[in-house]
């Protein structure tokens, strides 16, 4: 299933780069018919650049006006429509299947039709991108309107088509065609915006998946920022960029809508067809009944897969873009999960009741110079009795660190999209103090934050005094100071892994070079954190020694 959500990911980030490129080219290039000279890809460009600038303000501002946007755009679609099927209402019998069903039997070229017919089928994969935004209800009552506007307007498209047979090949889209020459310009406009509505969904969709690619240590660690206060409106800068010079490429490379079809409609397949199987292992995992699953599972397979071979005929005219894009983010999402679990390989627990005297004589040694009064540490021991042999290196070896209180954060993602959730335990009596968060894939672990609600809501119920321990600090109740470790595992180069497990290790390292550090990812205040750094290969199971010679 990692491999699979991996590559269904994959696919809706590349959908993500191509829907603004084809929906705002396509728009544009309404105005050919009426300026056929006219240069549309600077035109674009300008379009997908504001698309982007916008998105650090928050779409909370805009989105007001995106239902009345569509209520017009699909409202024009059914009137241009209606207006061919009037005057063609033989267009009507494409209601019954037996003349596609036909046509694909006798038909030279059936796979490239079903390819071409794949289009209409695009953008419903935003509909549940966005699901979490917009709300199944008002999902599923405005698809009835929306429906029903597409298929009046796909029926006025043939319909024209058959009117004109003579000069409907010199317009490459019938969709502008069909408009009232006074009216093309207000229709290029309300496609212009049209499109770059549909394609904020699939931007705001790479946000979320990100977002969540994050919490499940499928991606590095950016920033996320939260824009408005909106729940679910997030920003994260580095994806948005990146996504504009994708966009930007990809505008260039193709330079018109026709050319990016084959990525785009490969790109969107492939995406379906991983939500297919995974959705098939959800209903296995919620204890559906077998025959349910295996029917939903063969008709949506088979729906899917023949028009996934239908858009392979069309890999070398864009199909190819697809694989390297999807390919490439693919990858980053491998490297960074494969990577993680080789460093882990390594990480080694111990009881932490085999530490507890240490721990106990380290606090109250005064020998040794008081570190801080409460030190933390990040702990990724599932188990409260356990603890990382990188924590003990840091306390005991690496300078020893004496403080009063030892505190362990440990961080547990939970299956559900909004688990806010904490305990407390007690570890060592008066010396050592876990805090486990339990919070949702979608939560943002704001540690920092937390962390002092926890502190204040036990300093209220009387389990801990947060004033300082020493006596002139003490009688003013100035509170005592916290001072947080956070430890970076180095590989230590002595040591050579197999090539392939060093390249991936290598491509990990460089990944974690550029992501956000744990410091900025949790909020902590930079004034009083430190890093240290310990390496994570300790024993390599190779024992060479040296002669001593005199």
């Not at 935003?126 to 009552?141: E, M, Q, V």
């Not at 209180?405 to 959730?421: A, F, G």
């Not at 010396?431 to 962390?451: A, D, H």
Request: proline content about 4%; charged content about 15%.
């Amino acid at each position: 299933m990692i491999a699979v959500a991996i590559v269904g990911a994959s696919a809706l980030l590349a959908d993500g780069i191509l829907t603004p490129s084809i929906t705002i080219i396509s728009a544009v290039e309404g105005l050919k018919l009426q300026y056929p000279t006219l240069e549309i890809l600077p035109i674009a460009i300008v379009i997908v650049a504001m698309l982007f600038l916008v998105q650090q303000f928050g779409t909370a501002a805009i989105g007001t006006s995106f239902g009345p946007i569509m209520l017009v755009w699909f409202t024009m679609l059914s009137i241009l429509g209606a207006i061919q099927i009037v005057q063609f209402p033989l267009m009507l019998k494409a209601f019954n299947p037996y003349y596609g069903l036909e046509l694909l039997y006798n038909h030279p070229n059936a796979l490239l039709l079903l390819g071409a017919v794949f289009l209409c089928t695009t953008g419903a994969e935003a509909i549940y991108t966005d699901l979490g935004h917009c709300g199944i209800k008002n999902i599923r009552i405005s698809w009835i309107f929306v429906k029903t506007a597409l298929i009046l307007n796909y029926l006025g498209q043939g319909a024209w088509i058959l009117l004109h047979p003579n000069v409907s090949g010199h317009y490459p889209n019938p969709f502008f065609a069909m408009m009232p020459w006074w009216f093309l310009p207000f229709g290029v406009i309300i496609a212009t915006l049209a499109a770059v509505i549909a394609s904020q969904a699939l931007i705001s969709g790479s946000y979320t998946i990100i977002s969540e690619a994050i919490q499940l240590n499928f991606w590095p660690k950016v920033r996320v920022a939260y824009p408005t206060t909106r729940k679910g409106q997030m920003y994260i800068s580095s994806v948005n960029w990146l996504l504009f010079l994708a966009v930007v490429v990809v505008v260039l490379t193709f330079r018109s809508s026709a050319n990016m079809e084959a990525a785009y409609v490969l790109a969107i397949t492939v995406t379906m067809l991983m939500t297919t199987v995974l959705m098939a292992f959800f209903m296995q995992r919620i204890r559906r009944k077998v025959i349910t699953i295996v029917i939903f599972a063969s008709i949506s397979l088979l729906i899917e897969g023949t028009f996934l071979i239908a858009n392979l005929v069309n890999f070398v005219h864009g199909g190819w873009f697809t694989l390297i894009l999807g390919g490439l983010i693919a990858f980053i999402m491998y490297a960074w999960h494969k990577g993680r679990a080789i460093k882990n390989q390594f990480m080694r627990y111990v009881d932490i009741s085999d530490y507890a005297k240490t721990l106990k004589d380290l606090s109250k040694d005064e020998s040794v110079p008081l570190f801080a009064s409460n030190l933390v540490y990040l702990t990724l021991a599932n188990l409260p009795s356990k603890i990382e042999t990188k924590i003990l290196y840091s306390i005991f070896n690496k300078n020893p660190k004496r403080a009063n209180t030892y505190w362990l954060l440990h961080v547990h993602t939970t299956d559900e999209p909004h688990t806010n959730e904490y305990s407390v335990e007690e570890i060592v009596p008066g010396v050592l103090i876990r805090v486990e968060f339990r919070l949702g894939f979608k939560v943002q672990p704001r540690i920092n934050l937390y962390f002092k609600q926890v502190l204040k809501e036990l300093e209220q119920s009387k389990e801990i005094n947060l004033e300082s321990a020493f006596p002139a600090l003490h009688k003013h109740h100035i509170q005592a100071d916290f001072f947080y470790v956070i430890i970076r595992r180095i590989q230590n180069y002595d040591f050579d892994f197999p090539p392939f497990k060093q390249f991936i290790l290598d491509v990990f390292l460089w990944l974690a070079k550029i992501s956000t550090s744990d410091i900025r990812t949790y909020g902590l205040d930079t004034s009083n954190v430190m890093e240290e750094k310990v390496p994570y290969v300790m024993e390599t199971g190779k024992k060479e020694t040296l002669k001593r010679i005199h």
